[in-house]
Nanobody
Framework: QVQLVESGGGLVQAGGSLRLSCAAS????????MGWFRQAPGKERDFVAA????????YYANSVEGRCTISRDNAKNTVYLQMNSLKPEDTAVYYC?????????????????WGQGTQVTVSS
C-alpha cells in the first residue's frame, strides 16, 4: 500500500501561483511513477502532469503546458506541482496518484493509489 497526502491548495487570484505537494508513505517512493489529476464539479477527472520514477521525464496536459511544472524529491518521498499564471478554469480538486513501474499514464485508471485531493480555487 502507498498512502498519499496532498497539500498546498487554496484560494488565489487569476494570474497567481500555487505549489501543491504530495507526500507518500508506505512503500519505496522511487519505484512509483507519479501523476497529478484534477476534477472540477460535474466533470471527469482530467490528467494534468506526470513524472517518471527518477524524475528525468515529465509530461503535461496541453491545458497546463508552460504554466505548470511537476517535480519530485525521492529523498523526501514527495512530488510537487508548481502552478503559475493560474486561470479560473484551473479551479478543481487536485489529486496526486502513484503507479508502480516505468510508465506514467495520462488516464486515471492507469494509477494504483490516490490521495484525498486538495482544493484549488482561482478567482477572476
Amino acid at each position: 500500500q502507498v498512502q498519499l497526502v496532498e497539500s498546498g491548495g487554496g484560494l488565489v487570484q487569476a494570474g497567481g501561483s500555487l505549489r501543491l505537494s504530495c507526500a507518500a508513505s508506505g512503500r519505496t517512493f522511487s519505484n512509483y511513477a507519479m501523476g497529478w489529476f484534477r476534477q472540477a464539479p460535474g466533470k471527469e477527472r482530467d490528467f494534468v502532469a506526470a513524472i517518471s520514477r527518477s524524475g528525468s521525464s515529465t509530461y503535461y496536459a496541453n491545458s497546463v503546458e508552460g504554466r505548470c511544472t511537476i517535480s519530485r524529491d525521492n529523498a523526501k518521498n514527495t512530488v510537487y506541482l508548481q502552478m503559475n499564471s493560474l486561470k479560473p478554469e484551473d479551479t478543481a480538486v487536485y489529486y496526486c496518484a502513484a503507479r508502480a513501474g516505468i510508465a506514467y499514464p495520462t488516464t486515471p485508471n492507469g494509477y494504483d493509489y490516490w490521495g484525498q485531493g486538495t482544493q484549488v480555487t482561482v478567482s477572476s
